[in-house]
């Protein structure tokens, strides 16, 4: 059962531009969800996260808003660079533990 | 400074063979996890351990094995190494926070 859903494999934006990653969750106990980054051959990275309590959450660039009614979250990245060409992961702690249930990505380009 | 390392990055190996992937963390924290990436991209769980206790095991074969000889470090062993192994591990930690640091990973491909 796919706790964590992002539907858009890919996503291709200019840059310049914003970019808007989106996450659909089927779990209304989590209470936590993270953004990762991941570039090929390397580890995700650890972007941005929000709290259930909130509905949004921003760190200079990067804003994670959270729609707990719709059970949806978004990542809007503005303006978006050629170095945010990357895969993007949204993520929740399953209840209980710590390990944590990933979307299966987005691959996001940014065209100079 | 690398704040979770794997080693190797990558390991081919044979059908029947046992391996090990080593993971160190240098951040100081208390829960370490290992997550595999299959072919089809999704990130899943197999083991974490929290002050050396196991505290998760997904329902992975037991011919995988976590071995934590101390705080800083999980090893991942794998016994009988079959197709279906090949794979990325990646090896994450974590201290009483939601955030996991992650690893570069480890590409494992079975032949």
């Known amino acids: 059962d796919q706790q964590v859903k992002q539907n858009s494999p890919s996503l291709s934006v200019q840059e310049g531009r914003i970019s808007i990653l989106n996450c659909d969750y089927t779990?209304?106990?989590?209470?936590?969800f993270l953004w990762y980054k991941k570039y090929p051959a390397e580890g995700p990275t650890f972007l941005i996260s929000?709290?259930?309590?909130?509905d949004k959450n921003e760190d200079g660039r990067f804003t994670v808003f959270l729609n707990k009614s719709a059970k949806h979250l978004s990542l809007h990245i503005v303006p978006s660079q050629p170095g945010d060409s990357a895969v993007y992961f949204c993520a929740a702690p399953r209840e209980g533990q710590g390990n944590l249930i990933f979307g299966k990505g987005t691959k996001l380009s940014v065209k100079p | 400074d690398t704040a979770v390392s794997q080693t190797p990055k990558y390991l081919v190996t044979q059908m029947g063979n046992d391996k090990s992937i080593k993971c160190e963390q240098n951040?100081?924290?208390?829960?370490m996890y290992w997550y595999k990436q299959d072919s089809k991209k999704f990130l899943k769980i197999m083991f974490s351990?929290?002050?050396?206790?196991?505290?998760i095991n997904e329902t992975v074969p037991n011919r995988f094995s976590p071995k934590s000889p101390d705080k800083a470090h999980l090893n991942l062993h794998i016994n009988s190494l079959e197709l279906g192994d090949s794979a990325v591990y990646f090896c994450?930690?974590?201290?009483?926070?939601?955030?996991?640091?992650f690893g570069p990973g480890t590409r494992l491909t079975v032949t």
């Open positions: 351990y929290n002050n050396k206790e196991l505290i």
């Open positions: 994450a930690s974590s201290q009483r926070t939601r955030e996991q640091y």
């Open positions: 779990n209304s106990m989590f209470d936590y």
């Open positions: 929000i709290s259930s309590i909130k």
């Open positions: 951040l100081g924290h208390d829960t």
